[in-house]
């Protein structure tokens, strides 16, 4: 039998195998999983829920079915984090409010119903902040969620439970969702993957803005097999969501099979053509990854499209969807309410019927830049945050070289235009913080994406690198 210590920064896939070799059974992992919990949680607050009673009894049961030698669903026996904005049956979901202290779902959100489906195992809720607003982790109900690499640091948001929690080996899948880079930003942050794929790819619901297509739910795990194997049970048509398209799973699995980039024309950009300040090294180590392509024999070049109407864009199409989701909120619970939220809710209902028709007219304009851009290449590459994770303290990067700055991420530029984009680890600061590379690919090209993701992940591998805090071994 495997080691505990060892099972829990096991891929998913490998538990597959040895699952299937009689090597490991679910119970076994699953013990060892909720052991590392009881050692690490108390001091990065990752999982802030846990189902320790419900998900031993999947695991004997899963064990149980092992020991018949019946055939295994893609994720059989897998435990699987899910982050406390998305509804579980029976399980608490605060979406990380006080207005929602004590909520119980009587319905598991249709991505939960696909996982476990695939026979994976949910362990519990995983740390958001309030209504997953805002790039740190923090909340009234449970509090922050420490970077596990530096305590001192934030894990980034609106998924950094479920980033902190597959960083330390609690979990090795967890579901997150991704509105401006939530999935992306505490990836990079954290040294993990996270997939913000084209939107309709996964369904969602319920959903109170059935046609949105900023609000993606999405695979996040140490390695792109994983990310593309959790993405593959998580994706395809159901007629409650009303953008989502069919897909053949299999061709998702398949690309991480055929890791190669030779002869792909990739652009790259630090900055988004000058519309970011970055830190030096986040600079320093992105461009050297953008060597590791060129390496493998992509031709690679620098360029952006002019993306200086962005955060004009951002302004007036948000506000839309801010009123849409809270506005109704404001006259009972705004004492209740986080800040931002609050502030950010008021700006839209500021704003005009001309100012968002405005914002869509923008939005369509970027959009036609990007195609032509993207005609003459494959993919562009990107540092997935301008910053390394900042204090804790700190509702976002206030700085960057000594200059002053108001986002941190480089990844709602791809959020307003639907393409897929995923964060992969690219290296390490002076400090030892995890620098993401983001990957942009076109409109539907997930496939694409996750083969240049694999290229890079076989060239330069991160999964041998754990957080501090973690003992892999001993």
Request: glycine share 8%.
């Amino acid at each position: 039998m495997t080691a505990g210590r060892d099972l829990c920064f096991t891929p998913a896939l490998e538990l597959l195998r040895l699952y299937r070799g009689r090597k490991a059974s679910p119970l076994e992992v699953m013990h060892a999983i909720l052991a590392r919990i009881d050692a690490v949680n108390p001091r990065v607050n990752a999982i802030v829920t846990l189902v320790r009673d419900s998900a031993l009894r999947d695991a004997r049961r899963a064990t149980a079915t092992l020991r018949r030698r019946a055939a295994l669903a893609p994720l059989f026996g897998v435990p699987v984090g899910i982050k406390d904005v998305t509804a579980t049956k029976g399980i608490r979901t605060t979406h990380g409010s006080k207005l929602f202290e004590s909520h119980v779902p009587d319905e598991d959100a249709l991505v939960v119903q696909r996982l476990r489906a695939a026979g994976a195992i949910v362990i519990g809720k995983t740390n958001t902040p309030e209504f997953a607003f805002g790039p740190n982790t923090v909340n009234d109900v449970f509090g922050a969620t420490r970077n596990p690499w530096n305590l001192a640091l934030t894990a980034g948001g609106s998924s950094g439970g479920s980033a902190a929690a597959l960083a330390t080996g609690m979990c090795p899948l967890a579901e997150g969702t991704d509105l401006g880079g939530s999935l992306r930003g505490p990836a990079s942050y954290c040294g993990v993957v996270g997939f913000r794929t084209t939107p309709g790819l996964i369904p969602r619901y319920p959903s109170v803005l059935a046609w949105d297509t900023y609000s993606v739910e999405g695979p996040m795990a140490r390695t792109i097999a994983d990310t593309a194997l959790m993405l593959s049970v998580m994706a395809g048509v159901d007629d409650r969501s009303p953008l989502s398209y069919d897909v053949d799973p299999r061709e998702l699995v398949k690309a991480v099979h055929a890791p190669s980039v030779k002869g792909w024309r990739i652009a790259w950009t630090s900055d988004l053509g000058g519309l970011m300040t970055i830190d030096q090294e986040v600079r320093s180590v992105f461009e050297r990854a953008v060597g590791v392509f060129r390496s493998a024999g992509a031709r690679v070049e620098a360029g952006c499209p002019d993306m200086r109407e962005v955060p004009e864009i951002v302004r007036l199409t948000r506000g839309l969807l801010m009123v849409a989701r809270h506005a109704d909120k404001l006259p009972e619970h705004r004492a209740v309410l986080q800040p931002g939220l609050v502030e950010n809710t008021e700006q839209g209902l500021a704003l005009t019927s001309v100012e968002v028709a405005r914002g869509e007219l923008l939005r369509t304009r970027q959009w036609q830049r990007m195609c032509e851009f993207m005609t003459e290449r494959d993919l562009l590459i990107t540092p997935t945050s301008a910053t390394p994770p900042f204090p804790l303290e700190q509702p976002h990067a206030l700085d960057a070289n000594g200059r002053p700055m108001q986002r941190s991420y480089l990844t709602y530029a791809f959020s307003v235009l639907g393409l897929p984009a995923i964060s992969i680890p690219c290296g390490f600061t002076s400090q030892g913080l995890p620098v993401g590379l983001q990957i942009v690919g076109k409109r539907c090209g997930e496939a694409a994406v996750l083969r240049a993701a694999a290229a890079f992940e076989a060239a330069q591998p991160w999964v041998a690198h754990v957080p501090p805090i973690v003992e892999r071994r001993g």
